[in-house]
């Protein structure tokens, strides 16, 4: 059985490409963290859990492009240098 690659693989690969610290990628769909993105507001603080300025530090908040577009993976890959 054969399986599709994910329409968003540019921003996987990009990643991976741009950050050598980097071993893994893994892309969830949180309703939450999309609606924060159409608000399209720069929020500073932004944790939506406790953990995250610990282990993450700051969450990037990016524009809402389209879907598997080359904008978001432009957009994701800027902001995980």
Request: charged share 15%.
């Amino acid at each position: 059985m054969q399986q599709r690659k994910s329409a968003e693989c540019g921003f996987h690969i990009g990643i991976l490409r741009a950050r050598q610290d980097v071993n893994v990628v893994l892309h969830f769909q949180s309703p939450f963290a999309t609606a924060i993105a159409c608000i399209g507001k720069d929020y500073k603080n932004f944790n939506v859990i406790t953990e995250i300025p610990y282990y993450i530090g700051v969450v990037a908040v990016i524009p809402y492009p389209n879907p598997g577009s080359n904008e978001l993976a432009h957009e994701i890959i800027s902001a995980m240098k």
